[in-house]
């Protein structure tokens, strides 16, 4: 994807709207992961350095649309309402709206964000409280070069997941140039991803550094894999992955099959798997996507044995009983909650021979200490897989890896994992589409 940087175009005294990923986990007003701002950072810091107006902007969480004078409820609370008795629902309806204008501006604003930015960047950055209001336009319209406004959460708006035109057009008129950094929220056709670019509101677009570099080494990883190229799959659903798992035994050697999902397969190959997590409806697409890879001369490997339980641990970090069986032994009482041992070397076997990997979707329920070990061993494999290009792609495969502290061991660990999956399924992404192509 031969999409122009930030290093393309000429930035100095030009208003720059960035789109960056502040979206991070947050606990009783505090940030507790900062990962997503020190990936943005780099970005940042060359705007400013170069002599430009920096606007940035970024979606918190899933709020009501707080600013907007009709508040809409969410999926639950929509629910929640429609089982009320007709002359009860009017009420509900406005004490969940009452409630949500209440938390959301402390529990999902971009403050705390902007105060650690500051303290960042020299105290050079400021906060508007709104997106396209009166404090928004005064704080941009007073910003000198080298200085930098954060605009309130997005989603405060509805026009920003609707895509709507004057939301576009005001949040456009912020900026001489735009560029997505975001590539969390990159698969998103929201307003400030793609469309204030779609409807030719901005004509200067660029990506800023992190998307470059998930360009740079997934899409080309994808694209033009030094082989043997093994991708390793994990998570519950199949139905998650159907385009993944196809488009990627069009371009790997090895496919590897774990995590919730690879019981669905084994059930498709004829095994009885107990409790274990199953989709049953994709049986029959199991069993193709297992004659494809041999029609193809693929290799798709799934888990030869399995580590079970009576139950799923409550809560979830619980101590629990556990052992281990061959695929073909499992007790119709218990179900499998990770690779076992023999697996586990089948899989790092053939992650250490490779030259390419990537990896989404643990290979069991990673965050208890006793069902981690296939996790682990995936992870480790690929720390020690000699001169290969290893990509972690975004989700839970890289909060195991930051957890299990091998992020240092990797290539590359995607701070995207929708948009990652998006990629591997050989999707064009909205807010990476939109942008100006290198001549």
Not at 73 to 97: C, D, F, G
Not at 106 to 135: C, E, H, M
């Amino acid at each position: 994807m031969n999409k122009k940087s930030v290093t393309d175009v000429d930035v100095k005294g030009k208003r720059v709207l960035v789109r960056c990923d502040f979206n991070v986990p947050m606990k009783d007003g505090k940030i507790t992961d900062e990962n997503r701002i020190m990936g943005a950072l780099p970005t940042i810091k060359y705007l400013m350095e170069h002599g430009a107006k920096v606007v940035l902007c970024s979606h918190m969480g899933k709020p009501h649309n707080i600013f907007d004078e009709k508040v809409k409820l969410n999926k639950k609370e929509k629910k929640a309402v429609e089982a009320l008795p007709e002359s009860e629902r009017e009420k509900a309806t406005a004490e969940y709206i009452e409630k949500a204008k209440k938390s959301e501006p402390t529990k999902l604003t971009l403050k705390p964000v902007a105060d650690r930015l500051n303290q960042l960047l020299d105290n050079k950055v400021t906060f508007a409280s709104d997106v396209i209001g009166p404090d928004a336009e005064k704080k941009v319209a007073a910003l000198k070069e080298g200085e930098c406004v954060l605009l309130e959460n997005l989603r405060f708006y509805a026009g920003e997941e609707g895509r709507d035109l004057e939301f576009c057009k005001k949040l456009a008129s912020y900026c001489d140039i735009y560029v997505n950094d975001a590539f969390g929220t990159a698969h998103r056709s929201h307003a400030s991803t793609a469309a204030i670019v779609e409807y030719g509101l901005v004509k200067t677009a660029v990506c800023g550094f992190l998307i470059q570099k998930e360009l740079e080494v997934m899409a080309d990883s994808l694209e033009n894999p030094v082989r043997p190229f093994v991708a390793v799959l994990g998570g519950a659903k199949v139905a998650d992955k159907l385009n993944v798992i196809s488009n990627l035994l069009n371009k790997c050697d090895t496919l590897i099959i774990g995590g919730g999902m690879a019981y669905t397969f084994l059930k498709a190959e004829g095994y009885e798997i107990g409790k274990s997590l199953v989709d049953d409806e994709k049986l029959g697409y199991c069993k193709d996507m297992m004659q494809k890879a041999k029609d193809m001369g693929k290799k798709l490997l799934l888990p030869v044995d399995t580590v079970i339980a009576k139950d799923f641990p409550n809560p979830i970090d619980a101590e629990i009983e556990v052992k281990t069986v061959k695929v073909s032994e499992i007790p119709a009482d218990m179900e499998g909650l990770d690779i076992g041992e023999a697996s586990r070397k089948l899989f790092a076997d053939a992650i250490k021979g490779a030259k390419t990997v990537i990896w989404n979707g643990p290979m069991g329920v990673f965050e208890n200490p006793t069902l981690a070990k296939g996790t682990i061993a995936i992870a480790e494999a690929m720390a020690e897989a000699k001169g290969a290009t290893t990509i972690i792609g975004g989700g839970d495969s890289a909060a195991a890896v930051q957890q299990l502290g091998f992020a240092d061991k990797m290539t590359h660990i995607s701070t995207g994992g929708g948009a990652s999956l998006e990629l591997f399924e050989g999707k064009v992404l909205p807010g990476i589409a939109c942008l100006n192509d290198k001549d």
